[in-house]
């Protein structure tokens, strides 16, 4: 059974059609869901929890219809919403238990599972204070907290790194690599930033104006190029003449000499090459494609502002 | 990175839970009691809770005062009678309403915390449920708890128990009644009017005119128009609704000079509509949040 189903889900409103004939069918991981502002990820989001009726189409989460078997699917569902949706004069500890109570937990699992989950989301002695006092750091933690403290086999989480700043965010990501690959729980991750998803996910969808516009897995996308990528010491300029003069055409990049490699025989080249040359040679070593390349800049914010 | 010497010390692995899980009911139950700690401020700060605590403990007053007097007096002495109770408190009721109904929807839509009731084990007609029957419950509360502790309190204090219970039997289903009737209506006007607003104050005051303006809109039309008019104005006000319904109740006959044109129209008339309004409110209140958006 997949995780994930759909089939021709559509959302339209008055003016715009949010999401458009959608066929998808995904296996359980931590999956990435890409697309600029308004492209559609939120929208799928909600369609899949039933917080939205779909105009048409349907879908499916772990086997359930998202329209009639809402209430039973999303006893096993986590979402952390991209907004604010914590109340203010309430500790952490008394809305997360609240929380896993609604999600179908009896009152004592519930508490001790709101002790668990605020420790492994790094919560700790504030977890008794009102809410409001909390940085925005703290706040997406309790909002973290109250997706994962029902223990759910599905986790739809919506821009979770918003509003953080670099540290932050680097533990939320950190937390959400966690959670999928130890806790053993699903994950959506929705994220304009490439960069995210890459370092987190296993699996990629991307979406725009409504539409699907991929769907792989994470490993063949930034699969190894047939680019070979050599940094040697000194002696770059030598060795490029050296290696153009045997008919390889050879684009400088920095530091570092970029070859198309069509088959073996040219690592051979290069290093007798290198000897001859009498250079060092620092790196050798076939490209790995980054996922930004894949991506139009004007489409995406793929800049890698998260690595601070 | 996370923090590691507190990630070492309180780490102690993720367990997977592997109890039962109860589904929508209990989701719904635990709404509502949330919800009715919520109308008290129950769990919320010395300020959240003065107002309704305060409120009920004025509610009760009345009950509390007949039975100290009722106690020390040697005969029987009735400061007033239990159809007159909701007249005396009727101002507490609608600032009960209007204090506690804005507390229970308007706070969820104000932080958007509604996304994350919707996301669970819930329907949205399931979270306007459990806050109505919060709601009832707090108004239940100061209808239906101070009338049953005077009459269970007239009988201990009285010359017999028995005979107390045989001759005021009636009225049981009388407080019953009324209480269930007059609460389903002030809840269903509190509730609905607060969910149009995430804005407390709006609701508040919203929930007052409604109550307190259409009283007195009714009243003066009932006195300038002519009767035939004035009789059915009357019922587009909750507070003379709930006045008709209480008298059918203990079937007591209203008094001629406060409300002349209740002679007229039978009291089974309020009752009918407090039940047919009531439905509606509710009916509309379940609409409402079967469209909000979150």
Not at chain 1, 200 to 207: A, R, T, W
Not at chain 2, 40 to 49: E, P, Q, T, V
Not at chain 2, 172 to 186: E, M, N, T
Request: glycine fraction near 8%; proline fraction near 4%.
């Amino acid at each position: 059974m997949p995780l994930i189903r759909t089939e021709q889900l559509t959302k339209r409103y008055a003016t715009v059609t949010a999401l458009d004939s959608l066929d998808l069918e995904l296996e359980s991981g931590i999956i990435g869901l890409v697309g600029a502002n308004g492209a559609g990820k939120s929208t799928l989001i909600k369609l899949l929890l039933g917080l939205l009726d779909p105009t048409s189409g349907k879908g499916e989460v772990m086997g359930l219809d998202v329209s009639r078997q809402g209430p039973e699917l999303r006893q096993f569902v986590g979402y952390m919403p991209e907004h604010d949706c914590l109340p203010t004069d309430v500790s952490a500890t008394e809305f997360v238990s609240h929380m896993a109570q609604i999600s179908g937990l009896p009152h004592a699992a519930a508490r001790d599972r709101t002790a668990e989950t605020l420790r492994h989301v790094g919560l700790f002695e504030e977890r008794y204070r009102e809410i409001k006092g909390y940085s925005t750091g703290m706040k997406q933690r309790v909002k973290l907290a109250q997706a994962l403290v029902h223990d759910p086999r599905l986790m739809l989480l919506d821009e979770p790194t918003n509003g953080l700043d670099p540290e932050g965010r680097e533990e939320m990501l950190t937390l959400i690599r966690r959670i999928g690959t130890e806790f053993g729980i699903a994950i959506i991750l929705s994220s304009h930033l490439l960069s995210e998803i890459e370092r987190v996910c296993d699996h990629l969808i991307e979406i725009e104006d409504g539409r699907l516009i991929r769907s792989s897995p994470m490993a063949e996308l930034t699969a190894p190029t047939r680019v070979l990528a050599i940094e040697v010491d000194g002696g770059r300029r030598k060795l490029a003449d050296r290696l153009e003069a045997a008919g390889i055409s050879v684009t400088e990049s920095g530091r570092v000499l970029l070859v198309q490699k069509d088959d073996d025989s040219l690592l051979d080249i290069v290093r007798d090459a290198v000897v001859e040359l009498d250079l060092g040679l620092v790196r050798l070593e076939q490209s790995r494609r980054r996922l930004e390349e894949l991506f139009e800049p004007a489409t995406l914010t793929a800049q890698d502002d998260s690595n601070g | 990175m996370t923090d590691s010497a507190a990630g070492s010390i309180y780490d102690l692995g993720y367990r997977n839970y592997d109890g039962i899980r109860l589904g929508r009911r209990h989701a719904i139950w635990a709404l509502y009691l949330h919800s009715l700690r919520g109308v008290f401020g129950i769990g919320r700060s010395f300020w959240a809770k003065a107002g309704p605590i305060g409120i009920t403990i004025l509610a009760f007053l009345p009950a509390i005062l007949q039975l100290g007097i009722g106690a020390l007096a040697t005969q029987e002495v009735n400061i007033f009678e239990p159809e007159e109770y909701y007249r005396l408190i009727q101002v507490l009721l609608a600032v009960f309403c209007a204090i506690g109904a804005p507390e229970l929807v308007g706070r969820d839509q104000r932080t958007k915390t509604l996304s994350l009731y919707f996301s669970r084990a819930l329907r949205r007609q399931d979270y306007a449920l459990g806050k109505f029957a919060a709601m009832l419950t707090g108004m239940l509360s100061i209808t239906l708890l101070p009338q049953l502790l005077m009459f269970v309190g007239k009988a201990v204090t009285g010359d017999d128990f028995g005979d107390y219970l045989r001759d005021n039997w009636e009225d049981l289903p009388a407080i019953v009644g009324s209480a269930l009737l007059l609460s389903s209506l002030f809840a269903g006007i509190g509730l609905l009017i607060a969910s149009q607003t995430s804005r407390r104050a709006y609701s508040t005051i919203g929930i007052l005119a409604a109550f307190v303006l259409t009283f007195a809109i009714a009243e003066a039309i009932f006195h300038s128009a002519d009767e035939d008019v004035g009789k059915f104005v009357l019922l587009v006000s909750p507070f003379h609704v709930f006045e008709g319904l209480t008298l059918w109740f203990f079937d007591v006959s209203p008094d001629p000079d406060r409300r002349r044109a209740m002679v007229d129209l039978p009291g089974i008339v309020f009752v009918l509509e407090a039940i047919a309004l009531s439905s509606l409110l509710l009916a509309l209140l379940i609409r409402r949040y079967e469209r909000i958006s979150a």
